[in-house]
């Protein structure tokens, strides 16, 4: 299929710049995933929406402040260059395996040509010249793709609290002595998030924004209603957000995300699953990582009782029209953008032209687009 058929026409102001006045008040469409029929409705109506005996599987993944600001120090590399000055913008999108003791990230990095292998960036806080992290480039990949390893610190994740930002997605404008603010501190994460454990810990450089609407009171009703719940983590990164340039979707290849599932959820699906019961997935970080996972258990010949199990792993996997759903029954999600993978991964959910005709029921009814947006609710 060609990428220009998920093409839709957006106003540029239905994209929300702020979260609702108060968590969990967003509006959400409901979309008949086999008829197209939808209605307006609110997210306070999801607990009696669900079904007592469905699994809810929400992403725990916490969004570090993964938006950092360098300046370049002396380069020690013969890659032809630009003089060692001016101010860098980093991305850290994912935290890479390696040895003991080394913290080597990939990144984005702007402007990229400025940025080449074998020189140093200097991390410092707002007004500050003293550089409290320092990193070595150590190659460069294409679209202004970086590995960094950053120099041992004690704390490097409390390092990034003190110098890094929220990564808002570029949609969301903010002035540019405030990148984020303590609002989106706040909003910009769900209230389930887990706190990252130790220095090896990974996060998201993306919220998994379904999850922005669910207040502690909306949880509970659902678990009164009988809705059961588990978490699973996928940290977002460059497989959720970069940017499509392919023609077709035939040749779009996502990065690898990395994954966790515990041994409760891993529990909680293939019990789930051995009833017959529905499977909730609140947003396409959690659906693909369901999806991959019943797909290498398949693979590996694993019955339906035993598909899943307490690992971590990663996840290229790529939805699109035609893709079969081996496990999510369900899927509570955001509106997305147009031509993005994850409006392709919905349409393959729910069917392009339903999808597509409930957007532009969307656009005329004035919904709340992207992050900070509404959502819907397929069934």
């Known amino acids: 299929m060609l990428v220009s058929e998920f093409n839709y026409s957006l106003p540029e102001d239905l994209i929300a710049q702020r979260p609702p006045e108060v968590r969990g008040t967003s509006r959400m469409m409901t979309l008949g995933r086999r008829n197209g029929e939808f209605a307006d409705r609110s997210f306070a109506d999801l607990p ?41 913008e980093v991305l850290l999108t994912q935290r890479l395996a390696g040895l003991e003791g080394q913290n080597d990230w990939s990144a984005l990095v702007r402007p990229a040509k400025k940025v080449q292998p074998g020189e140093t960036l200097l991390f410092a806080a707002p007004g500050s010249s003293e550089a409290v992290l320092r990193a070595t480039v150590l190659s460069a990949g294409e679209f202004g793709e970086r590995t960094l390893r950053f120099a041992a610190v004690d704390d490097f994740y409390a390092a990034l609290e003190r110098i890094g930002h929220l990564p808002l997605p570029p949609y969301i404008h903010r002035p540019k002595d405030e990148p984020d603010s303590a ?102 970080t959690s659906t693909r990582t369901m999806e991959h996972v019943a797909r290498e258990a398949e693979r590996a010949g694993a019955g339906i009782e035993a598909a899943f199990e307490a690992h971590s792993g990663s996840t290229s996997l790529f939805l699109s029209p035609g893709a079969e759903f081996k496990v999510v029954g369900g899927l509570l999600t955001n509106f997305h953008l147009p031509e993005s993978t994850l409006l392709m991964l919905v349409s393959a959910f729910a069917g392009r032209e339903h999808v597509l005709a409930a957007y532009a029921h969307a656009v005329a009814e004035r919904y709340r687009f992207f992050s900070y947006g509404d959502c819907m609710l397929i069934l």
């Open 183 to 284: 609002e989106d501190r706040e909003r910009y994460q769900t209230v389930y998030s887990q706190p990252l454990a130790s220095a090896e810990a990974q996060g998201s450089s993306a919220a998994p924004t379904a999850g922005l609407h669910f207040t502690p009171e909306i949880l509970e009703q659902l678990r009164e209603r009988g809705v059961e719940i588990a978490t699973l983590t996928l940290h977002v990164g460059l497989g959720t957000f970069q940017p499509v340039r392919a023609e077709r979707t035939e040749e779009i290849r996502l990065h690898a995300e990395s994954y966790t599932i515990s041994a409760a959820a891993a529990d909680a699906i293939n019990r789930a699953r051995k009833e017959g019961r529905r499977i909730i997935a609140a947003g396409t």
């Open 48 to 88: 009696s929406l669900l079904q007592p005996g469905d699994l809810l599987v929400l992403n725990d993944s916490r969004v570090i402040p993964a938006r950092l600001f360098a300046t370049r120090s002396g380069l020690t590399t013969q890659h032809k260059s630009p003089a060692p000055s001016g101010h860098v």
